[in-house]
């Protein structure tokens, strides 16, 4: 059974940091491209950044400089660091997998069919 589940979402002050962890069971990155998408209140849901299973990422531009995913195959984890954070950054973020995507899409929701529950990022001026 494919299951995500994140963490390290919270509050913290404009240009401040945060690292979201996903740890993911039922299976490997080595089956899956995974990705972090956030969703503000009143918003779509949005890609931010995602990776696949040779470990090429891609970025949002609104993350580019700032994000970085990776992932570490032994702890099961896919991770977000966010650095110099803004308050438009403010939303519910989310893993999510899929067993393949093409690069062109992997920022789109709609691709993906497994999704962790969210951790709130508030991030405050």
């Known amino acids: 059974q494919v299951q995500l589940v994140e963490s390290g979402g919270g509050s913290v002050q404009a240009g401040g940091s945060l690292r979201l962890s996903c740890t993911v069971s039922?299976?490997?990155?080595?089956?899956?491209?995974m990705a972090w998408f956030r969703q503000a209140p009143g918003k779509e849901r949005e890609g931010v950044a995602a990776?696949?299973?040779?470990?090429?990422?891609i970025y949002a531009d609104s993350a580019k400089g700032r994000f970085t995913i990776f992932q570490d195959n032994a702890k099961n984890t896919l991770y977000l660091q966010m650095n110099v954070l803004k308050p438009n950054d403010t939303a519910i973020y989310y893993c999510?997998?899929?067993?393949?995507?093409?690069?062109?899409?992997?920022?789109?929701?709609?691709?993906?069919?497994?999704w962790g529950q969210g951790t709130q990022v508030t991030v405050s001026s």
């Open positions: 990776i696949d299973k040779r470990n090429s990422t």
């Open positions: 039922g299976f490997t990155f080595d089956d899956m491209d």
């Open positions: 999510a997998a899929v067993e393949w995507v093409g690069v062109y899409s992997a920022l789109l929701a709609s691709w993906y069919p497994y």
